[in-house]
């Protein structure tokens, strides 16, 4: 089944350990985003890739990377993870123009 | 800065009841609006789209738009205690790459 895949789905790591989550896509989609999703709030984007072209959201922190090697992949790199970056993090993807469709997200704790 | 906005809820309705969601958004410009609905510790699942103004039916649900108020809603017939989730609003723009969420309602329809 075509589908949207991330690991780990859940990971813990130390306040200021770096981490990267990783998401990868069967549906051979042009667009991927990354969102957080804090506890009770709304998805917000991080960053979304149009095919290669790279879209960093105003309000992101400079702490956020990313990398898309490939049609099929996408990584979230938190190179300083804080507290406050505790969340669920989404990825989805999409043809352009039509809706996301998620992943099932990855689960970052912050201890 | 474009904003869509929901009640939080909690929408409590009883089995078998009408549920109905609403949301506005800020954005004129915005051309596609999408209901997700999001278990708790689940990512977003696609539940209806609509482009234009009017009334887009799907089984129980049903989706209105209205442009020119910049008001969209979903109305859930015969709610089923398994309807009980958060519903987000998502708005795009003409550019289909900027989704913009709300808030979420969270909906709990009491067996």
């Known amino acids: 089944d075509a589908m949207v895949i991330q690991n780990p789905r859940y990971q813990v790591t130390q306040f200021g350990k770096p981490v990267t989550l990783s998401c990868s896509q069967t549906?051979?989609?042009?667009?991927m985003y990354w969102y957080q999703q804090k506890s009770s709030q709304a998805p917000k984007l991080l960053f979304h890739y149009y095919d290669k072209d790279f879209n960093n959201e105003a309000d992101t922190p400079d702490n956020f990377q990313s990398r898309r090697p490939n049609t099929s992949f996408c990584f979230l790199d938190i190179r300083s993870p804080g507290l406050g970056d505790a969340a669920m993090y989404l990825c989805?993807?999409?043809?352009?123009?039509?809706?996301?469709?998620f992943g099932p997200g990855t689960r970052l704790t912050v201890l | 800065q474009k904003e869509v906005e929901q009640n939080s809820g909690p929408l409590s309705v009883p089995e078998g009841a009408i549920a109905s969601l609403n949301c506005t958004y800020s954005?004129?410009?915005?051309?596609?609006f999408f209901w997700y609905r999001q278990y708790s510790g689940k990512s977003p699942e696609l539940k209806m789209s609509i482009y234009s103004n009017g009334d887009k039916e799907d089984g129980r649900f049903t989706a209105q738009l209205n442009k020119a108020s910049q008001y969209v809603s979903l109305l859930i017939r015969d709610s089923q205690p398994s309807d009980s989730a958060t519903y987000l609003c998502?708005?795009?723009?003409?550019?289909?790459?900027?989704?913009?969420f709300g808030p979420g309602t969270r909906l709990s329809v009491l067996p």
């Open positions: 549906l051979n989609h042009n667009v």
């Open positions: 954005d004129r410009g915005s051309q596609s």
């Open positions: 998502a708005v795009n723009d003409n550019y289909g790459q900027n989704f913009v």
């Open positions: 989805a993807t999409s043809r352009e123009e039509q809706d996301p469709f």
